[in-house]
């Protein structure tokens, strides 16, 4: 069976309802909903791939990375090998990434370089969290190589297209921008600001993450936010919760602009999907939240037929999550010849897709494949939850026959569509079909 024949038979089974309108030569199809996917790009579930089983559909993994591994010598960056360690683990495989650099994080081995250390940078131990060394941040020669070493990875990964998203990480306890309740051991807000100046000027194309909205980072306008105590900490009525504190820096509608995501509060993943899953649902519309990782639900074993059904919800209600609700296609179009196409539909998420992946139309053929496709003005990021709309002039296919109009939304890492839309329609090599339409010769 050809695809073409397999797109026929699904769209002849009910999956659209469609009305021609005989005046116009249109065709009007209303696509029937249904659940949305729950791994599409940049949402859902951020996990560890090194947590044991995964045990709930993924877009993205959470990848820690010590500075001394990263940089193991002065100036000489190891992030190939660290990538072919880390981006090559199968649980990774066809993810999205996003990354942390720490230099320390408590209970775990030290992540000092040891070349910073010779350079005369100090590190005082503290016994908080399991313990650990803290270095002396605002050292000469600790801001010096801070500041390099966020330089080199903007040009690693500002314009890598696997990367997710960038988490400040570098200063404090994890890499979370604080000492608490240590807070002699932080770092100065002049080392503070110079961190964030070699970051925006590093990374002017990747959405960046800083830990809390209040304080420095909550002044630049392109920072988007983690909140890793998610839904406890997210807006408890305290001054130090994550609302609050974004609430306070009046950065409280960044989502619209600027990712929004972080971890839930381990491990007490059954309690949140259980007898707390109304409040966790209330918070993540509440601080629109887009993904959370590295723990949470997707990691938690012996799920019950409940947890899964609220786990799929959570996912569904995170970040974007797209429905077409109308399509307006022509009947027939002469070879060459510019027709109208219309297409409504909604965000039905809490918050928008965050980068330009372009939005493309195509006419499919026999085998599925694009014959021609136009990429269309439309700026995705610009759609909030609420409806949106599609209009183009499409050119048909110079040759004669029965094509599919599909859509698709692509991905620059594969070069391919990505992201799918929560209805029930044919997927075809990506491409989500939208109706059929008869292209005639020139001529006829």
Same mark, same amino acid.
């Given at each position: 069976m050809t695809i073409l024949r397999m797109l026929c038979l699904l769209f002849s089974s009910g999956a659209l309802f469609a009305q021609q309108v005989p005046e116009s030569k249109e065709v009007i199809l209303l696509p029937k909903a249904a659940p949305g996917p729950l791994d599409n790009p940049l949402k859902g579930y951020c996990v560890y791939t090194d947590a044991g089983k995964i045990n709930r559909p993924y877009s993205m993994v959470f990848l820690y990375i010590p500075w001394n591994k990263l940089e193991p010598k002065e100036g000489r960056y190891a992030f190939a090998e660290w990538e072919k360690e880390a981006w090559s683990h199968p649980a990774a495989a066809g993810k999205h990434v996003v990354l942390r650099v720490y230099a320390d994080y408590p209970k775990k081995p030290p992540a000092m370089p040891e070349w910073l250390l010779k350079k005369g940078v100090t590190q005082k131990p503290y016994e908080d969290y399991g313990g650990g060394l803290s270095p002396d941040y605002d050292h000469p020669a600790m801001v010096a190589a801070l500041e390099r070493l966020v330089t080199a990875m903007g040009k690693r990964y500002d314009k890598h297209p696997r990367v997710a998203f960038v988490q400040l990480g570098l200063l404090g306890f994890w890499g979370e921008w604080h000492t608490y309740p240590r807070n002699e051991l932080f770092a100065s807000e002049k080392t503070r600001r110079r961190v964030l100046e070699a970051y925006r000027k590093a990374f002017p194309n990747k959405q960046l993450m800083a830990r809390y909205g209040d304080g420095l980072p909550g002044q630049y306008p392109r920072m988007g936010f983690h909140d890793d105590m998610f839904p406890e900490d997210t807006d408890n009525g305290k001054s130090w919760s994550f609302l609050e504190r974004l609430r306070r820096a009046k950065r409280i509608d960044s989502w619209k602009t600027t990712i929004i995501g972080g971890e839930m509060t381990p491990p007490h993943a059954n309690k949140w999907l259980g007898a707390k899953w109304d409040f966790t649902m209330e918070m993540a519309k509440r601080s629109h939240f887009s993904w959370v990782g590295p723990y949470g639900p997707a990691l938690q074993?012996?799920?019950?037929?409940?947890?899964?059904?609220?786990?799929?919800?959570?996912?569904?209600?995170?970040?974007?999550?797209?429905?077409?609700?109308?399509?307006?296609?022509?009947?027939?179009?002469?070879?060459?010849?510019?027709?109208?196409?219309?297409?409504?539909? *909604?965000?039905?998420?809490?918050?928008?897709?965050?980068?330009?992946?372009?939005?493309?139309?195509?006419?499919?053929?026999?085998?599925?494949?694009?014959?021609?496709?136009?990429?269309?003005?439309?700026?995705?990021?610009?759609?909030?939850?609420?409806?949106?709309?599609?209009?183009?002039?499409?050119?048909?296919? *110079?040759?004669?026959?029965?094509?599919?109009?599909a859509l698709g939304i692509e991905d620059p890492w594969s070069g391919k569509p990505a992201i799918r839309f929560a209805n029930d329609l044919p997927v075809a090599m990506g491409w989500t079909a939208l109706g059929e339409v008869k292209v005639v010769a020139g001529t006829e």
């Amino acid at each position: 069976m050809t695809i073409l024949r397999m797109l026929c038979l699904l769209f002849s089974s009910g999956a659209l309802f469609a009305q021609q309108v005989p005046e116009s030569k249109e065709v009007i199809l209303l696509p029937k909903a249904a659940p949305g996917p729950l791994d599409n790009p940049l949402k859902g579930y951020c996990v560890y791939t090194d947590a044991g089983k995964i045990n709930r559909p993924y877009s993205m993994v959470f990848l820690y990375i010590p500075w001394n591994k990263l940089e193991p010598k002065e100036g000489r960056y190891a992030f190939a090998e660290w990538e072919k360690e880390a981006w090559s683990h199968p649980a990774a495989a066809g993810k999205h990434v996003v990354l942390r650099v720490y230099a320390d994080y408590p209970k775990k081995p030290p992540a000092m370089p040891e070349w910073l250390l010779k350079k005369g940078v100090t590190q005082k131990p503290y016994e908080d969290y399991g313990g650990g060394l803290s270095p002396d941040y605002d050292h000469p020669a600790m801001v010096a190589a801070l500041e390099r070493l966020v330089t080199a990875m903007g040009k690693r990964y500002d314009k890598h297209p696997r990367v997710a998203f960038v988490q400040l990480g570098l200063l404090g306890f994890w890499g979370e921008w604080h000492t608490y309740p240590r807070n002699e051991l932080f770092a100065s807000e002049k080392t503070r600001r110079r961190v964030l100046e070699a970051y925006r000027k590093a990374f002017p194309n990747k959405q960046l993450m800083a830990r809390y909205g209040d304080g420095l980072p909550g002044q630049y306008p392109r920072m988007g936010f983690h909140d890793d105590m998610f839904p406890e900490d997210t807006d408890n009525g305290k001054s130090w919760s994550f609302l609050e504190r974004l609430r306070r820096a009046k950065r409280i509608d960044s989502w619209k602009t600027t990712i929004i995501g972080g971890e839930m509060t381990p491990p007490h993943a059954n309690k949140w999907l259980g007898a707390k899953w109304d409040f966790t649902m209330e918070m993540a519309k509440r601080s629109h939240f887009s993904w959370v990782g590295p723990y949470g639900p997707a990691l938690q074993g012996k799920a019950s037929e409940q947890f899964i059904k609220r786990s799929d919800e959570l996912v569904r209600t995170l970040g974007y999550q797209f429905r077409l609700t109308e399509i307006r296609l022509p009947v027939a179009a002469r070879a060459g010849e510019s027709r109208p196409v219309t297409i409504r539909g *909604v965000n039905e998420g809490v918050a928008p897709f965050y980068y330009p992946w372009l939005v493309k139309l195509a006419w499919l053929d026999a085998r599925g494949a694009a014959a021609a496709s136009t990429t269309l003005q439309d700026d995705l990021r610009k759609w909030l939850p609420g409806p949106f709309a599609l209009e183009a002039d499409l050119d048909a296919p *110079v040759e004669k026959g029965i094509y599919r109009l599909a859509l698709g939304i692509e991905d620059p890492w594969s070069g391919k569509p990505a992201i799918r839309f929560a209805n029930d329609l044919p997927v075809a090599m990506g491409w989500t079909a939208l109706g059929e339409v008869k292209v005639v010769a020139g001529t006829e």
